[in-house]
């Protein structure tokens, strides 16, 4: 069933479950990053920022930060330090051309509709920007981060604080009501309905299912979704 929306000046969209496949993260990136990690820091020992990651792991959590960095891969924290050094050891993934990003084909063909209207399309992911980035600069349809204005991660706050959605609105100058959120997740989509936002929640057929009763909009792929 198509939803679709008038007054829609800005789009915000989630990553996984939305525009890319939960099973790419869960399958692909974690699994990697968990297996590079050790070698990652010891290759990586000298540099500034790694340094300061672990820091930051040992300032939230006593005991070894490698060990402590290796369970919160496995319980998806979604915690900065951790995202952040996921993004870096993705980044070496994606250069040596093990790892190639996924992104639906109705979500590259609706998004570059979008963008081709000249509506500014924003990225809000629990992954780093730089993995953001990373993920959309190596599809199958090449390098699209052209496609986004900007992106926002944890930095701006948790997904499900609906505070963090008044921040992003006023980042990107927009009221909320003129924004439209898209996600998979229950939470998120609440949350930025809490303080306006239009919303549409993401039921992929194989990936989430959908909801009865559920007080919003909810659509199976970008095909179903228009703004007038």
Do not use: C
Not at 15 to 37: A, C, Q
Not at 67 to 80: A, C, F, G, P
Not at 117 to 134: F, H, T
């Amino acid at each position: 069933m198509k939803v679709s929306f008038n007054s829609v000046k800005a789009v915000l969209t989630d990553i996984e479950g939305t525009t890319s496949s939960i099973s790419f993260v869960k399958d692909v990136l974690f699994p990697y990053s968990k297996k590079h990690l050790k070698d990652f820091v010891q290759k990586h020992e000298g540099d500034p920022q790694v340094r300061r990651i672990l820091k930051e792991v040992e300032s939230l959590e006593a005991g070894d930060p490698l060990e402590v960095l290796l369970r919160w891969i496995d319980e998806d924290k979604k915690i900065t330090p951790l995202k952040e050094i996921q993004g870096l050891i993705w980044e070496e993934g994606y250069k040596k051309g093990e790892i190639k990003g996924h992104i639906y084909e109705d979500a590259y063909r609706k998004l570059k509709e979008w963008h081709e209207r000249g509506i500014p399309i924003y990225v809000y992911s629990s992954g780093s920007v730089k993995a953001q980035k990373l993920l959309f600069g190596h599809t199958p349809y090449g390098d699209i981060n052209y496609l986004f204005s900007g992106y926002f991660d944890t930095k701006i706050g948790s997904k499900k604080d609906p505070e963090s959605y008044r921040r992003i609105a006023k980042e990107i100058g927009f009221k909320p009501e003129e924004i439209l959120f898209l996600s998979d997740n229950v939470d998120e989509v609440k949350s930025a309905s809490e303080v306006g936002m239009k919303v549409v929640r993401f039921a992929r057929e194989g990936e989430n299912e959908y909801l009865e009763n559920f007080p919003f909009p909810q659509v199976r792929s970008f095909e179903d979704l228009e703004i007038l």
